[in-house]
């Protein structure tokens, strides 16, 4: 315990009263003066003495608790550190300063650790960021132990400017790790975008940035759009480039982007940059085509309409070219069929056909129904919702568009009620799997027609009465056919007798038929939850295969499949590793980007003591390079200079809180009592001689 010895006034009246009195006492002093020149020192000595007990001056005895200088030293342990050897490096200068501390009296390290891995989830990180960091270790610590803050970084800092202690006294050094001669090549995105429309073309800005070296001519660039081809372009370091790419699908796009190593840069981590980008369709181009009117026309147009992702065309065949009236044509407002822009000059221009109830009344010629046959095998979509009239001479079976659809006719109409049933293969189908979850079976109203047919190919994932086929999906070429085998569906849309899961039914079939990859039947993907890997593969063959695993390392392993759910297999992986990881079976191939590859923190990797320079010089602290020497420590309680070439200082912070404040006068009031009628008697004295 320390203790400080001070003389303090504690005057017995008022600042004013006390300046009226000292002023009366030196006037009547000055006064004595002219009369008696004789007792003046002695006159003078009795009103010090007088105006001196006015002021009642005490002796104030302050003991404290001594207590101990606590230093912050905080650790930037981000995954920036880890090139160029700043690991050990780092360490050991973590070793020095805490070797150090245990040699000065009454001081101790509070340490912080900074890792950037617990941000390795994200896809995107605001780099290194200590502030939260040095916050939660002053926070600890008592405000009046804080000696000071001393941060082991490599400079790339992205929150220097926010870095401030919570005293305005406790300063902060900046001990800098890595070497000033650094080389490195990087790859920057300038302008990512965050989707694109598939099908359609979009650049991305890139830039090769090389650091330290001598300027060179190009660069080789490689880029990986999903499981497509590796490509090849040539870039000139220092000077943006255009990257066009085309998304193939909607949701999830992995766009991979990798520079070629040049000799002698120091780490290739921030060589590579993979991209997520979400692929969308801006419009769905829809032609739907209703052969007469009914009830269940209205709801086809209402259900697509209410998506604003699809653009319809609608046509309902109110009259054939051969019926005849009276009306005056000036009075008609009806239209003719564009049937050759349709299906002649624009059908590549649209996503998706749609017959709904249609039959051969002399509206479509047999060529363009060969030419939707040919749409459908390179590519094109078509949705059949058939009536009565399929099963009839004027079928659209009995054209060349025959050739394409997956249900035969049997000639017949079943008038009777009853209830759509998903088949075993539909239960795993992703397009009606889950309708009895959402919409329980025994709940959904009955359809009340169907027409017979025989399923000759596709998949049978909604069946009718006596194992009829409702709802089959086939594939055709490079293109898709779904077909109804009814015209009751819009009961359900209607809530006829408690309806059904219409909407959702009808949208998963026009999304099957985009090729949507969460509705494929057999799929493989990955899904990244911060170092974990979930692996899933949708399959209605049966037990999955496993999956070939190739590491960012090149090293490739096996992983096994176990079922989860109906038609459902899935396993996951813990990584150890940050980069691009690759999965494939005998469905296709997938990649998975682990551990955040495009972070801010890995983009520019070279140290420097730029950043730091504004938050320690404010406080008074010093910036220093590990390759040059730990810097010494100095405790120092006072207004002196706090850094040096080749020292730091700390604030002392041994004196602790006040124990115990003892107080008492200076002289007892007898004693200035003494005092003054000494003075009294000595100019007495001195007035009688």
């Known amino acids: 315990m320390n203790s400080d010895l001070a003389l303090h006034l504690q005057p017995y009246f008022s600042p004013g009263i006390m300046a009226l009195l ?79 501390g245990q040699t000065l009296p009454a001081f101790e390290w509070q340490v912080m650790r900074y890792s950037s891995l617990k941000d390795a989830d994200d896809r995107v990180t605001g780099g290194t960021r200590l502030n939260p960091a040095l916050r939660e270790g002053m926070a600890s610590v008592p405000p009046a132990q804080q000696a000071g803050i001393v941060i082991l970084t490599d400079g790339q800092v992205d929150d220097a400017a926010a870095l401030k202690p919570v005293k305005s ?53 490689t880029w990986q759009l999903n499981e497509a081809p590796p490509q090849d372009m040539l870039v000139k370091p220092g000077i943006p480039a255009q990257l066009t790419f085309s998304p193939e699908h909607r949701g999830l796009n992995t766009l991979d982007i990798q520079v070629e190593e040049r000799s002698g840069e120091v780490t290739t981590l921030n060589n590579r940059v993979t991209l997520s980008i979400s692929g969308v369709r801006n419009r769905l181009r829809v032609v739907l085509v209703s052969g007469e009117p009914y009830q269940g026309e209205r709801l086809w147009r209402s259900t697509l309409k209410s998506d604003p992702s699809v653009d319809l065309v609608h046509f309902t065949i109110l009259r054939l070219p051969t019926s005849r009236d009276v009306t005056p044509v000036s009075e008609l407002s009806l239209i003719p069929f564009p049937t050759q822009e349709l299906f002649e000059k624009n059908l590549d221009k ?24 040919t749409y459908v095998r390179k590519g094109g979509a078509l949705l059949v919702a058939v009536g009565p009239e399929y099963g009839r001479d004027l079928s659209l079976y009995t054209t060349p568009l025959g050739d394409v659809l997956p249900v035969s006719p049997r000639g017949q109409i079943l008038d009777t009620a009853f209830r759509p049933m998903v088949t075993p293969l539909g239960r795993r189908h992703p397009v009606t799997k889950g309708l009895l979850a959402t919409s329980p079976q025994a709940k959904w109203g009955p359809w009340y027609r169907l027409s017979a047919g025989t399923a000759m190919a596709g998949q049978t994932i909604m069946e009718g009465p006596l194992d009829l086929p409702l709802v089959v999906l086939d594939r055709q070429g490079e293109g898709r056919v779904a077909m109804v085998m009814s015209d009751q569906s819009w009961v359900w849309g209607r809530g006829i007798d408690g309806g059904g899961p219409y909407t959702t039914l009808i949208r998963r079939l026009v999304h099957w038929l985009m090729a949507e990859p969460d509705l494929e039947e ?24 496993p ?4 590491r960012p390392d090149g090293t490739k392993d096996v992983l096994v499949m176990k079922e989860t759910d109906v038609g459902l297999y899935q396993a996951t992986i813990e990584t150890t590793q940050s980069g691009l990881y690759r999965l494939q079976d005998d ?15 890995i983009e520019r990797l070279d140290p420097t003591d730029e950043h730091m320079l504004a938050p320690t010089q404010k406080t008074g602290g010093g910036v220093y390079w590990a390759e040059d020497g730990v810097p010494a420590i100095k405790l120092l309680t006072g207004e002196e200079r706090l850094a040096g070439r080749q020292w730091m200082a700390l604030r002392d912070r041994s004196d602790g809180a006040i124990a115990r404040i003892a107080r008492q006068p200076l002289l007892p009031a007898w004693g200035w009592l003494v005092l003054l009628c000494s003075s009294l008697l000595a100019s007495w004295w001195r007035e009688s001689r």
């Not at 598939?198 to 991305?204: C, E, F, I």
């Open 522 to 545: 057999e799929h493989l993907s990955a899904a990244v939850e911060g170092r974990t890997i979930t692996v899933s593969r949708r399959s209605l063959r049966g037990p999955s295969q």
């Open 547 to 550: 999956v070939d695993i190739e």
């Open 587 to 601: 469905s296709g191939s997938t990649v998975a980007s682990v551990g955040a590859v495009r972070r801010q923190e």
């Open 350 to 373: 649209f996503d998706l056909v749609i017959f709904d109830r249609y039959s051969m009344r002399g509206v479509l010629q047999q060529r363009y129904l060969a030419n939707l046959a």
């Open 169 to 221: 006294d406790v300063p902060i050094h900046t001990i800098v790790t890595g070497a000033r001669d650094f080389l490195d090549r990087r790859l920057i995105i300038r302008e990512e975008p965050a989707f694109a429309e598939v099908g359609k073309p979009r650049s991305l800005t890139l830039e090769v940035d090389d650091i330290g070296f001598a300027p060179e001519t190009t660069a080789k660039v």
């Open 22 to 100: 000292c002023a009366a006492i030196c006037a009547v002093t000055a006064a004595t003066f002219f009369f008696a020149k004789r007792a003046i020192i002695p006159r003078i000595i009795f009103a010090a003495i007088l105006v001196a007990a006015a002021l009642n001056p005490q002796l104030v005895r302050t003991e404290r608790t001594q207590q101990t200088s606590v230093g912050l030293l905080l650790i930037d342990d981000s995954e920036s550190q880890r090139v160029a050897q700043r690991g050990p490096a780092l360490e050991d200068a973590a070793k020095a300063l805490l070797a150090h």
